[in-house]
């Protein structure tokens, strides 16, 4: 079987949203040390290795809103697709206090050789998805894990991160506020700036309404969960974007 390093639900969806997900999996190509990273099998499942339950709420959440929908297929730990080309962190050695032994030697020819094969075709993709139409709006969906190694517990149920763009970001954590049961994060628990990060590439640099959502994983573990939260959010996202008129 041919490995993609993408894949795309409802592309002809007629939709402004088009809602992606960077770390959607915890795969590794078949050609990258032949097809193991040398962590155990419990590491993979962690965050370290990709956003836990992040693809469930993806597709819920497109079939929810009528949207198309891009997902990667390459573990964050083969090479991050979102961070800018010239990030030094595209390619992980150490990541929550645990090396990554097939990436401690990788130099520029294994970089360049991840990029073709994985990062690129996926920015590819999302290039000619997001010019669909004129008015693409942009939902980045991600997860983040309660506590990292060492630090305290994270309080947030879900955090709303923006940059340069707050038209959406904003309106959107004020109205998740209004939801007395969550603790809502703004730009939390990252700051929504990442130069030359997926956000920026496809939203931010082509003036497209944006907003990248992240949820707390340990509420997102299994399909049910996954599907009451875009239940949930998807009318949020469509009042707060109907609301700002543009």
Known sequence: MTYEPYSIIGADRPSRWLVTCDHAAN?????????????????????????????????????????????????????????????PTLLMKLYDGTIIPANRHAGPEELERRLN???????????????????????????????????????????????????LAKPL?????????????????????????????HAIAHQRLNVLVEIRNDLIENEQHQQDWAQRLAPMLQEVLDQTGL
């Open 27 to 87: 795969t590794v190509p078949p050609f990258v040390n032949d097809g193991q990273l040398g962590l155990a099998k419990g590491d993979m499942e962690r965050h370290i290795a990709y956003d836990v339950g992040a693809a469930g709420v993806t597709k819920a959440l497109a079939d929810a809103l009528d949207a198309p929908a891009i997902l990667s297929n390459f573990s964050r730990l083969v090479i991050d697709p979102n961070r800018g080309e010239d990030d």
């Open 173 to 201: 954590i004020r109205r998740l506020e209004q939801e007395h049961d969550l603790c809502v994060g703004e730009n939390e628990p990252y700051g929504g700036h990442l130069p030359g990060d997926a956000i920026a590439r």
């Open 117 to 167: 094969a994985c990062y690129r075709p996926y920015h590819t993709a999302l290039t000619e998805l997001a010019a669909r139409r004129d008015d693409t709006v942009i939902l980045s969906i991600h997860s983040f894990t309660r506590q990292l190694q060492g630090r305290d517990p994270r309080p947030w149920h879900i955090g709303v991160l923006y940059a340069a763009d707050s038209r």
